[in-house]
């Protein structure tokens, strides 16, 4: 008996046998690589939010050690009022020359208040 042709579109059974080992290499390659990728992507999340714990303690820190700066800086001020009943432009101006002020406070300025005239003008319609 003769073989029976077959159209070229037609796959015969060793032919799919043939391609069966292929697929299931395609088939584990791709499940390893998806589960590789999750490992790996899990891995530099962790990464990312330890530096981000270890830069906001940082952060944290540094703020505070500059309010308290600051925080040091009012209350020297704040003695000098007290220490004096009146406190003139020159004497400010040395007393923070000579505290050495950080950046960003040099904008403390010398400025006199007199109670009266603030507690005169609150009353005359200041506050509305």
């Known amino acids: 008996m003769g073989k029976r042709r077959r159209g070229p579109g037609h796959l015969g059974n060793g032919r799919l046998l043939g391609r069966r080992p292929a697929i299931v290499v395609f088939v584990v390659v791709a499940v390893l690589s998806v ?15 330890a530096r981000l714990a270890v830069n906001s303690e940082a ?8 309010v308290e700066d600051v925080e ?18 020159d004497e400010y101006r040395r007393f923070a020359a000579n ?11 010398y400025m006199p208040i007199w109670m ?10 200041w506050r509305r």
Not at 35 to 49: C, G, H, K
Not at 59 to 66: E, P, T
Request: hydrophobic share 50%; no cysteine; charged share 15%.
């Open 116 to 125: 009266r005239q603030i507690w005169r003008h609150s009353k005359s319609g």
């Open 72 to 89: 040091h800086y009012l209350a020297a001020f704040g003695g000098l009022f007290r220490a004096n009943g009146e406190v003139t432009a």
């Open 99 to 109: 505290m050495g002020l950080v950046a960003g406070m040099g904008g403390m300025a």
């Open 59 to 66: 952060l944290v820190a540094s703020i505070q050690g500059g």
């Open 35 to 49: 589960i590789a990728t999750a490992v790996a992507q899990r891995l530099v999340d962790r990464q990312i939010e």
